[in-house]
């Protein structure tokens, strides 16, 4: 009985020991993916920042804009895509939407991010784009990859239409995890105007760029990365923009847009929510298991050993127990009957 | 040789339930992490 006590105790053991391996270099880079379907919006704020009035062409002080950031997941052209290339990908239709004090448009820019489910290797199809604009993007947006590292990535900045490198600065402690800083600074660079104008201004991107109008634009990007998900936890810009005239005119340049943008409080604590929740289930499948299944594995290899080795300590001393009475039985006239005749071996 | 077949039998079985787990689980699983948005792109 012991013996198959062990038996199942070592088939335990090997089982769970290869199962946390799989988890890890099988189940865990397969699974671990980036939902096609999500849904998420987030809001972000730029209290007393200066803001263009169109109308004087001057920069206005102590404005508050807010700006409204939406992504969703398109299935229907991921699946799309899955059956063209076999490989799953994630396509976000992405919406910069900014209002004013006053509660009207200041901007909306349409993006089209298109990666790998898992990698969140940039891929180019179904309608990649900025503002319109046709790209092939470089580097990572919006999110980190699973896994991040502590070094440097190229992220793609979608007002230049070009990536440049995300440097890490460092491992911080915020809001309880454990998270990777990066910062990026574009310097000023000329990008075009939005094709979708403040409501008030009656004039087109291609009237401003007619009249030799430049729209230059600098930030520094700053990222909180929980590095398990890739999903920033926090993240600030420190964002200006001027209009530029042509230099024959002698105009100095005038800022559209300069300040501090932070997410609103009530989001990041619902991003720091869901991200807790998510970071749980990853580390399941990255860590937790893998090294504890094993770990469980060899305690139950410990288990069958002790089973085995008191099984066969219980059989040597019943055949120790036998062997005098045995002997002794030789002895005997034959119909002595002893005690321990009548009593049958132990079972192994 | 029971306890080799043992052991083999266990990890034969957890071979075949990793890779049937990665079916099952589908891209939008339980264990898909979602991603956030924080960038901050302002533009007025």
Known sequence: MRHRLSLVLVALAAFFAVFGVMLRVWVYPRVVAVPDNQYQAVVLEAKDATLIDYSRMAGVPHQHVTIVQTLKGDAAAAEAEKRRSGRDVVVWDGLSYVLGNDGKRLSAIPEVYVFDARSQEPVHCCGESVDGEALSRIGVEYKFPFDTQPRDYQYFDPQTRASAPIHYKGTQQLDGLTVYYFEQTIPWTRVPFPKAMPDNVAITPVQIDALGYQRWYTTVRKFWVDPVTGAPINGEEAHNEQLRFPAASGMAPVTIFSGEVKIRPDYRASALALVKSQRTLVLMLSTYLPWGLPLFGVGLLGLAFVAEGRGRRRAEVLTAESVPLADADEDRRAGDVTAAQGTPAAPL | ?44
């Open chain 2, 1 to 44: 040789m029971r306890v080799l077949i043992a052991a083999v039998a266990g990890a034969v079985l957890a071979v075949v339930l990793a890779l049937v787990a990665v079916p099952l689980a589908g891209q939008n699983g339980p264990t898909s992490a979602k991603p956030l948005l924080t960038s901050a792109p302002a533009r007025p």
